[in-house]
């Protein structure tokens, strides 16, 4: 196959471009920056591209078989009003533009898989979130103000690719959960630092749901949708069992083979996002997530509970 991964310098482009080129395919990866040295991995291309208008690099959908669009500012940031313009602007800008260059295309992929989030499903305790029943978020009691911000992006983001004319491309919106994989800078990796500094015990009350899904299963769930012609609109990417924040990091532990997690109140969390220039929605907010569409279609997670797969990372990352 040939695949084009807009956005796709970062740890899930480089992930799913290792793993496409394990099987032999060719993948060109869009980058605003991309690099001059080293040479390019066998089977990759890293091509220019500015996120926001057509360019010379439409050539590459051209006789492409899957567009997997991942680009959009890093959520890991303060919400400030110029922040959270250029998050909702990197999603919506590029997403628009893959539309208008697959509507360009003589011979246009017979898919598009665009990144979207599980952050846009409500934050509660009391049931999952799956794509049929789950509450989209905004407006639920008992959450800041501010989180809605992150919902209408998600919802912008998901407006842009419903908006796009690509009448003989389907269209998937890929609502994911943190990707885990022990790359160095990934999100497992800062977990598992936290964890040896003692720093990974219950964040704020610990009720939260964690919603996750180990990259083996990640990738293995978009080649199901890239060979499943029947799957089109919201697909949650997440392993089937969320678990609380506090379980979660308990077994975090466990896998480590450390004992001590020190607890992290909501006010003390507040005071290190500042300094850390990040905000405490992304450990606070509860993100209970099932898959339902994946499972309904048949899809089987090498790793559907946290405990296995937080060994199996473990092992790997030490």
Known sequence: MKIVLPGGSGQIGQLLARAFARDGHTSTILSRQPPVAP????????VAWDARTIGPWIAEFEHADVVINL?????????????????????????????????????PPRLWLQASTA????????????????????????????WRKSVEIGLAWEEALAAASTPKTRKVALRSAMTMSPDRGGIF??????????????????????SWIHEHDFIAAVNFLIARDDLSGAVNLCAPQPLPNQEFFLELRRALGVRIGLPAPAWLLELGAIFMRTETELVLKSRRVIPARLLTAGFEF???DWPSAARELARRWS
């Open 71 to 107: 680009a959009g500012r890093s959520v890991n940031c303060r919400y400030t009003a110029a922040h959270l313009d250029a998050m909702l602007r990197s999603r919506v800008d590029s997403t628009r533009v893959v539309g208008e260059a697959i509507a360009l295309a003589r011979n």
């Open 302 to 304: 090498r790793f559907p």
């Open 39 to 46: 040479a390019d991995p066998p089977l990759v291309r890293n």
């Open 119 to 146: 952050t846009i499903y409500a934050h509660r305790h009391d049931a999952p979130n799956d794509e049929a029943s789950g509450l989209i978020g905004g407006h639920e009691p008992g959450a800041p103000a501010l």
């Open 189 to 210: 990796d800062v977990l598992a630092t936290l964890t040896h500094r003692w720093l990974s015990g219950p964040q704020g009350d610990g009720r939260q749901y964690v």
